[in-house]
């Protein structure tokens, strides 16, 4: 697990004007959140609603769609929460970094890039 801010650049799905803001990067945190105002000026919409288990063990629910991520060189529809208000909700999750294919350095607080996806293999199905 690693916590730390990076710069990201969110944008809709068509491409077009992006937005940059800082994120938390939470690899505790399965899917990405930004408020739900940001995404809703970026022509984004929830798809449906997720039930989330917050680090308290509270349980919330939120608005779920699709955005394009752009971190350093790379990009990709990624899912994302339709979150509260505030600067301090923007957060990038797990699935996020996966799609944009980087590895957490949690000793210093970057993301490095990488070039190998993951597959696993669990014998003929």
């Not at 699709?66 to 350093?72: E, F, H, K, V």
């Not at 909700?89 to 890039?113: K, Y």
Request: proline share 3%; hydrophobic share 40%.
């Amino acid at each position: 697990m690693g916590v730390f801010s990076t710069t990201v650049s969110i944008g809709n799905l068509e491409g077009g004007d992006q937005i940059e803001v800082l994120a938390l990067v939470d690899t505790g945190a399965s899917d990405s959140m930004f408020p739900a105002s940001l995404l809703e000026q970026l022509h984004a919409h929830p798809r449906s609603q997720v039930d989330y288990v917050l680090a308290d063990g509270s349980e919330v629910t939120y608005g779920r769609g699709q955005a394009r991520i752009s971190i350093d060189d790379r990009d990709g529809i990624c899912p994302v929460i339709f979150g509260p208000e505030g600067d301090d909700n923007c957060l990038i999750g797990a699935t996020t970094l996966q799609i944009l294919m980087f590895s957490v350095d949690a000793a210093n607080e970057t993301l490095v890039a990488t070039t190998r996806g993951r597959l696993g293999f669990g014998g003929n199905l």
